[in-house]
T-cell receptor
Framework: GESVGLHLPTLSVQEGDNSIINCAYSNSASDYFIWYKQESGKGPQFIIDIRSNMDKRQGQRVTVLLNKTVKHLSLQIAATQPGDSAVYFCAENNFGNEKLTFGTGTRLTIIP | GAVVSQHPSRVICKSGTSVKIECRSLDFQATTMFWYRQFPKKSLMLMATSNEGSKATYEQGVEKDKFLINHASLTLSTLTVTSAHPEDSSFYIC???????????????FGPGTRLTVL
């Protein structure tokens, strides 16, 4: 079936460095993608989203890149801080389908 | 804005009992809410879509008689785990869309989750 997956389950980054979290998706009909951050024991928190008519979108310290050719999504976090330590999930859906499909998640650890 | 709450945040119950979890949209109306289940170190799995005023739509493999969903108002959906067993222990999370917000997109806003432990 359709799936959304992540390349790496864990990622450790030195505080202050930039981090990149990757996500591969297989549903070519997906047209909306979201990155969520989940801290331990809490619900997912919306970070940034992007539609399929875009290939880049920037927020505060975060950038999402979308490559529809290879069905790849990435989240870049600039100047990482200890508070960025969490599990990051990508999720996708397509127009007319309210349901989100989540990837497997990447645990990001910021090393002081 | 777009805050979703859940109650309780944590519950421990004996095997065979039923547990009700509430999901509320605090500052917006949600005609549709979603219930997810998350096992430790795993991703979120959609259990069902809760529709205000109508029956919930369950995902394949989810027992509707075991996981009862009621969406009686535009701000409240409840999930009742009936005759709970240890294998039902999990982290249950709800979400909702804020269709009425100006410039609203398709993002779902998530509650803080409810940790259920069945002894």
């Amino acid at each position: 079936g359709e799936s959304v997956g992540l390349h790496l389950p864990t990622l450790s980054v030195q505080e202050g460095d930039n981090s990149i979290i990757n996500c591969a998706y297989s549903n070519s009909a997906s047209d909306y993608f979201i990155w969520y951050k989940q801290e331990s024991g809490k619900g997912p928190q919306f970070i940034i989203d992007i539609r399929s008519n875009m290939d880049k979108r920037q927020g505060q310290r975060v950038t999402v890149l979308l490559n529809k050719t290879v069905k790849h999504l990435s989240l870049q976090i600039a100047a990482t801080q200890p508070g960025d330590s969490a599990v990051y999930f990508c999720a996708e859906n397509n127009f007319g389908n309210e349901k989100l499909t989540f990837g497997t998640g990447t645990r990001l650890t910021i090393i002081p | 804005g777009a805050v979703v709450s859940q109650h309780p945040s944590r519950v421990i119950c004996k095997s065979g009992t039923s547990v009700k979890i509430e999901c509320r949209s605090l500052d917006f109306q949600a005609t549709t809410m979603f219930w997810y289940r998350q096992f430790p170190k795993k991703s979120l799995m959609l259990m069902a879509t809760s529709n205000e005023g109508s029956k919930a739509t369950y995902e394949q493999g989810v027992e509707k008689d075991k996981f009862l969903i009621n969406h009686a108002s535009l701000t409240l959906s409840t999930l009742t785990v009936t005759s709970a067993h240890p294998e039902d222990s999990s982290f249950y999370i709800c979400s909702a869309r804020d269709w009425g917000r100006q410039g609203a997109g398709d993002e779902q806003f998530f509650g803080p989750g409810t940790r259920l432990t069945v002894l």
